[in-house]
Each structure stands twice: as C-alpha cells, then as structure tokens.
T-cell receptor, first 114, second 112 residues
Framework: DAGITQSPRHKVTETGTPVTLRCHQT?????MYWYRQDPGHGLRLIHY???????DKGEVSDGYSVSRSKTEDFLLTLESATSSQTSVYFC?????????????FGPGTRLTVL | GQQLNQSPQSMFIQEGEDVSMNCTSS?????WLWYKQEPGEGPVLLIA?????ELTSNGRLTAQFGITRKDSFLNISASIPSDVGIYFC????????????FGTGTQLKVEL
C-alpha cells in the first residue's frame, strides 16, 4: 500500500469555524490531490499540487484553500466551514503526469459541519 | 463538472456468479482506471488501461479499454463475498492535466 496518511480521520465542527485537514505521504510522489466524496456525486477534485508551492484548482474549489510547503505534506483548509462541506475527504498521490496517472488514495477524513 | 456514466448503480448477485459493469462518457479518454472502495476506506486501484482495445487482467478481474475510447468495462469472474464494495471507474482526458474524472460507482453485494 502507498504510504499515505490523513489526519484527523474524523472531525465534527461548527459552521463558521476554520478547519485544516492534513495529508502526509512517505512515497516522495510529486503530485498530490484533494477530493471530496458525496452520495450521488462520486469523487470530485477540490485542489491539486504538482510540486512544492505549486497548486491549482479542481472542479469544486470554492470555499477551500490548499498549501504545500514540503513534498510530503498537502494541507486542505476550510476558512469558514459550512454545512455543505460535510463530506468525506480523500487525499491522493501520483508519481507521474499525463497518461500514466495512477493515483493512490489515503484512508479519508470524515468531516461533519453542524 | 463532467462525470462518467457508470452502470449498473448496484448489483446483488449470488456467490460464484460472474459480474459485468461498464462506464461510458461523451468524451475521449487516454487512460481508464478501475478502483474498489470498501466501507470506511479509500479507493484502491485495481486495474489501469492505457490503450484503446487493451484487455488487462488482475486475478479474477478483467478490464477493457473501449475501442471508441469513450467507454470501459470491468468483469469479475466467480464472485466471492470479499468482492463486496463499490467499484469506480476513472478517466483521464487529453489536455486535462493530471485530473481524473470519476464515475458514480457500482455497488456490488454478494449473497452467499
């Protein structure tokens, strides 16, 4: 299994509070991704990173920001959490771009915003 | 955003039966990936396909990259209880950078 951990694994927070989720990898992979998973929507890309300090938006980036100061860590921040951001968040990593884009997923973080 | 049409949405089959599911899109893909997800865990990569017409196996699993590049198929032979889970397809579009598009999943339940 790819060495990917996510923390916390579960979190309950209140509307309006800031939340930061962490993804940590030990594979030295260049690319890292944040997805959210909701019933009926599958996995949707929030943001991704193609190197240290290099990030870009995905399909559902509104209300989220990311940072990558080290190869191994990719942080997802909800500046002011809303109930619509209740979801399961997955981090993924890959070592190549373009065609051979095999992404490997972490165990997920279940976030509940009350 | 674009999503892949995956069918069936769910299947309830007897142990030992073969299973087929598919994924279709209006767009052409260069890569198709198939993942399995079990409750409380992240998706696990099963099979990767890189070439139109390609047929690739992983144990009892066989996946095919459609000739049109707009579809892919996954077959599971002689299903067993541990095959239970949600199966996702994902496609990579040319020019789309590193971003995969995922299907909505096929939930498989196996009856003993």
């Amino acid at each position: 299994d790819a060495g990917i951990t996510q923390s916390p694994r579960h979190k309950v927070t209140e509307t309006g509070t800031p939340v930061t989720l962490r993804c940590h990898q030990t594979e030295n992979h260049r690319y890292m991704y944040w997805y959210r998973q909701d019933p009926g929507h599958g996995l949707r890309l929030i943001h991704y990173s193609y190197g240290v300090k290099d990030t870009d938006k995905g399909e559902v980036s509104d209300g989220y920001s990311v940072s990558r100061s080290k190869t191994e860590d990719f942080l997802l921040t909800l500046e002011s959490a809303t109930s619509s951001q209740t979801s399961v968040y997955f981090c993924a990593i890959s070592d190549t771009s373009g065609r051979d884009n095999e992404q490997f997923f972490g165990p997920g973080t279940r976030l509940t915003v009350l | 955003g674009q999503q892949l049409n995956q069918s069936p949405q769910s299947m309830f089959i007897q142990e030992g039966e073969d299973v087929s599911m598919n994924c279709t899109s209006s767009s052409i893909f260069n890569t198709w990936l198939w993942y399995k997800q079990e409750p409380g865990e992240g998706p696990v990569l099963l099979i990767a396909l890189y070439k139109a017409g390609e047929l690739t196996s992983n144990g009892r699993l066989t996946a095919q990259f459609g000739i049109t590049r707009k579809d892919s198929f996954l077959n599971i032979s002689a299903s067993i209880p541990s095959d239970v889970g949600i199966y996702f397809c994902a496609g990579l579009i040319t020019g789309g950078g590193n971003k995969l598009t995922f299907g909505t999943g096929t939930q498989l339940k196996v009856e003993l």
